[in-house]
């Protein structure tokens, strides 16, 4: 898919600076995060040489702007899950971002010196780290297969990131979100060659899941997620394939780890087994706020499930894990994708504000991930999309943290540490917001 709206390189450090000074609610690192989340990054090919670090495990979606068989053979399968910037131009606080892919990007990654550090043009913006190899990963599996494949880890190490079914039932244009590449992404790892399992057993998950019970200090979370079921899966309902991996792993590891599971809105009554087994955190992902875009880019959860009743299921999801553990993901900027999205930010900002507001008004608390344009997905099929601007993201930012302070709401759980410099979470800054005063209160938004 051609994607435009990416920033000219010489306009790149003015509007950042425009912004630092009109968006003193939001830390600077937050700004430049959603940036580079939004335009993606691309790597100079020796900056990785030699260098030891954890790289892109593609632990559910590909997140990146370009397809795998269109990257160089020195990038492709080699970049980092994630970078942490910090210092540099404006002396910022670390930061982790996850990587997207994005060969035309004004953000790149480059050798300095005798370190790394991220550019544009000559210009150097920040130090980079990369992420470390987690100890377990030197096993392999009886089946010979890398952790990285059963149970990747991402956020820096924190979060365990079990997609344990790697397909959608929701199949085709008809059904499948129009903005997710799960399918597409399993064609393109299994085109590669690469061991890429369609769906994991609980005795490999748990195989690994031992190693870093032994080995590892810095997982402190796991997710179960997949695709949605809609007939069954391995002779299971879609909720009871899901449940016997909650329930194999707090059996063999009660609450070792905070447990979440990400699946489709289910009934309060279906629900209370997953808590009473061990979950802590549940998100229903409602993707899309706007009632006629959810039904045209969630054809399937419209069809199957319906935008009300799905709603219906999150507000009384709540009385089963309690206020800040529901939180269902919205996929932010795709309100403004072609052809059927909202023309002007206003419009969108609307909407999705209103989305926010309706949710933590029943102490439910929304959170959001950065929309990539990937390239086979349906969006894709109607040509060149427009990346949503800056602007959109920092009033995103703006109103959900606005919002979320009026309500009090605990901080949501299963994040790791909030707060610029803290922050673990990758793919948006709303957790990098949390608690942010801005340093010249009168100027705040
Ligand atoms: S329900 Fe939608 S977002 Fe979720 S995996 Fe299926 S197609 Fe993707």
Redesign the pocket.
Known sequence: MKVSNISSKKDLLKELEDFRERYSNLPFEAILKQDILRQGIQFDPASLQGKKFKKKDYFIFTFDHVALEEQSQSIRFQMPEEIRIKGGHWNLLPTIVSVRNNSNSPYIVKNHEDYLALFFETEKLADIELPPIPEYYRHSTKAGKSPGEIAPVIEWGYLIYLTVFRN???FGRE???A??D??HNYRQQKNQGRPYTGVKSVSEILEVLSWIDKEDSTAKTYTIT???VTKDLRGKSEMDFYYQYVQAIEERFPNRWLSKIVT?AWEKEDLLRFRDTGVKVYHP?Y?IWDPRLFSLL?P??ERYIGREKWIRRILEAVDVFGHSCVIPNFVAGVELAKPHGFSSVSDAIDSTKEGIEFFMSHGVVPRFTTWCPEPFTTLAEFGEQTLPPLVYFLELLSSWKAIFESYRLPVPPGYGSHGPGQAVFSVSAFMDIIGYQASNPSKAK
Do not use: P, R, V
Request: charge should be negative; glycine fraction near 16%; proline fraction near 0%.
């Open positions: 959608c039932q929701y059904e499948e979100c903005f997710c799960i399918n997949g695709g949605s489709q992902n993707e969630c399937g959860k």
